[in-house]
């Protein structure tokens, strides 16, 4: 009877292990889910962000180029005309030779 009576302990204490590991598991997976759900996210807050970052960048990039494209005619226009003016003063004999 004594061994009858560990055996049912040992079922009843293996049923309960059983138990406990499935609910432990089913806690581990969820909380695995619940991670991975708020790791997803907030990668994609911070994709936005380096998106809206690297749009700013570009706007940011295209201007300052239309700038220096701008001070480059700026500066080459006068200065092909003042060439041009110097070369028809030559032209015309008033470079005194």
Do not use: C, W
């Amino acid at each position: 009877m004594e061994v009858m009576g560990q055996s049912v302990n040992q079922l009843v204490t293996r049923d309960h292990f059983s138990a406990e590991l499935r609910l432990t598991r089913e806690y581990l997976d969820a909380s695995i889910a619940n991670l991975s759900t708020e790791l997803h996210a907030r990668i994609d807050g911070v994709e936005s962000k380096l998106q809206s970052l690297e749009s700013t960048v570009r706007a940011e990039m295209h201007a300052q180029m239309m700038r220096a494209v701008l001070i480059v005619v700026g500066v080459l226009i006068p200065a092909i005309g003042l060439m041009l003016a110097f070369v028809q003063f030559y032209l015309a004999g008033g470079g005194g030779a």
